[in-house]
C-alpha cells in the first residue's frame, strides 16, 4: 500500500504520502480548483510533483479534497489528471474539500462543518456523508466569512476612506493600493480571489484593532446567520471549523456561537492531520 492524500483549496494544496511502512512525507503546492484551472494546468502541476518526488511513482490509492469538487464533472477532471499522471491503474477517490473536513474533524459523529478560508462553505454531516447543505456560491456571489470576503471588505474600507489613518498608513506599507492596479488584479488577472483574499493575512496582524475585530466580527455574522443558522437543527450539533481565517479569529467565532447559543467543537487550521489518521485506520 502506497497512499496519497490531498487537501486543495484555491490557494494551496496540503498533501501527505504514506508509504507502506506507513511512514509520512508532507508538503505543498499552489492550490488546485476545476472552477479556476484547466485539466492541462492541473495534470501539468501534477506532473511537476511527480517529476520532483520519485517516491510517489509506487502510489496506488489517491485521496483528493478539494475545493470546487461538488460535482460529477469537476470531480471527473481531477479523476482524469491524477490517472493520466500516476497511473491509469490507480484508486482514485475525489471529494469535496467540506467532506475532507468533515473527516478529519468529526471522523464517524454527526456534526456541522464549517471552511473559513480562502472561500467559505458548510454542511451537516452524519458520520459518513454530508447529508444537508446550504449551497456555496464562490467569490462573487457569496464566500461569507472567507478571507476573501475580509479581504473586499478591507479593500473597500480603503477607498471608501473608513480605514482610520493609522492602518491605512500600515495597509500602503504591505500593498500597492493604487486603484489602478487594485482593479486591474481584481478583474483583468487570474485567480482575483487569491488576490483579495491576501488581504486577509493584514486582518490576522492586526486582528487586535478595533476596526479590525468589528470588520472580522461583521463578516463571521453573516456567515453565521446566513449558513449556520439556517439549518434547521444548527443548536443540537457541534461545530467545527476548519481554515486559517477561523483559526486565527478563534475567539470571535467563540464569542459570536455563544451569543447564539451554538456550540463549538474544534477550530483547526488546516484537516491534513486529522485526515491522515482517519485513512490510517481504514486503509492500512
Not at 506507513?22 to 499552489?30: A, G, P, Q, V, W
Request: hydrophobic share 35%; glycine share 6%.
Amino acid at each position: 500500500m502506497s497512499l496519497l492524500i490531498a487537501d486543495s483549496g484555491s490557494t494551496k494544496t496540503n498533501w501527505c504520502h504514506i508509504d507502506a511502512e506507513k511512514n509520512r512525507d508532507f508538503f505543498k503546492t499552489e492550490g488546485i480548483n476545476p472552477y479556476y484551472h484547466s485539466k492541462e494546468d492541473i495534470q501539468q502541476l501534477l506532473q511537476d510533483i511527480l517529476d520532483n518526488k520519485s517516491t510517489l511513482k509506487g502510489v496506488n490509492r489517491v485521496y483528493f479534497y478539494g475545493a470546487g469538487c461538488t460535482n460529477s464533472d469537476r470531480k471527473k477532471v481531477i479523476s482524469d489528471a491524477l490517472r493520466k499522471v500516476f497511473d491509469v491503474r490507480i484508486q482514485v477517490e475525489v471529494h469535496s474539500d467540506l467532506i475532507g473536513a468533515a473527516r478529519s474533524c468529526c471522523g464517524d459523529e454527526e456534526g456541522i462543518v464549517c471552511i473559513l478560508g480562502t472561500g467559505s462553505n458548510s454542511g451537516v454531516y452524519n458520520g459518513y456523508q454530508v447529508i444537508n447543505q446550504i449551497p456555496s456560491l464562490g467569490f462573487i456571489l457569496g464566500d461569507e466569512g472567507s478571507g476573501a470576503q475580509i479581504g473586499k471588505k478591507i479593500i473597500q474600507s480603503y477607498f471608501y476612506r473608513e480605514i482610520p489613518a493609522d492602518l491605512m498608513t500600515e495597509l500602503e506599507k504591505r500593498f500597492d493600493m493604487s486603484r489602478k492596479d487594485v482593479l486591474d488584479a481584481v478583474y483583468s488577472k487570474p485567480n482575483p480571489n487569491r488576490y483579495v483574499s491576501s488581504f486577509s493575512r493584514f486582518s490576522n496582524e492586526f486582528r487586535e484593532h478595533p476596526f479590525i475585530k468589528k470588520l472580522v466580527e461583521s463578516a463571521f455574522s453573516e456567515f453565521i446567520n446566513r449558513h449556520i443558522l439556517h439549518y434547521s437543527e444548527s443548536h443540537k450539533y457541534m461545530i467545527s471549523f476548519v481554515g486559517s481565517v477561523a483559526y486565527y479569529n478563534r475567539d470571535i467565532l467563540n464569542i459570536l456561537l455563544k451569543d447564539r447559543h451554538l456550540h463549538l467543537n474544534k477550530v483547526i487550521k488546516d484537516p491534513m492531520e486529522g485526515l491522515v489518521e482517519y485513512h490510517l485506520q481504514r486503509d492500512f
